[in-house]
């Protein structure tokens, strides 16, 4: 499969209709996979978001699964209906 930002950056603006993507999130602790630290995440996913709203179609949809996060004592998973993120 390879890179997706270097897969994205070969298609065509507004050629997608459905993106769906489970990135690594991050977490406190460093895992195998390479997911970057909480506090490096948003900056970390930027270029991802500028990509996907490149190729997406105007009429097309974009389904993010982050997956829920746990804080020792805190109830921290959202919960109820998604939402509309800008990019």
């Known amino acids: 499969m ?3 930002l270097e897969h994205m950056a070969c298609l065509q603006d507004e050629s997608v209709d ?3 993507t489970t990135p690594p999130f ?3 602790r460093k ?3 390479g ?4 506090h ?3 900056e970390w996913f930027k270029p991802f978001g500028r ?3 490149r190729i997406l179609k105007p009429s097309g949809s974009l389904v993010i699964d982050i997956g829920g996060a746990w804080i020792p004592g805190q109830p921290t ?3 109820g209906r998604p939402r509309r993120l800008g990019f």
């Open 35 to 38: 997911n970057v630290e909480s």
């Open 40 to 42: 490096e995440y948003v």
């Open 2 to 4: 390879g890179d997706s």
């Open 26 to 28: 991050g977490l406190v």
């Open 31 to 33: 895992k195998d996979y």
């Open 77 to 79: 998973q959202r919960k």
């Open 18 to 20: 459905l993106i769906v």
């Open 51 to 53: 990509e996907f709203k």
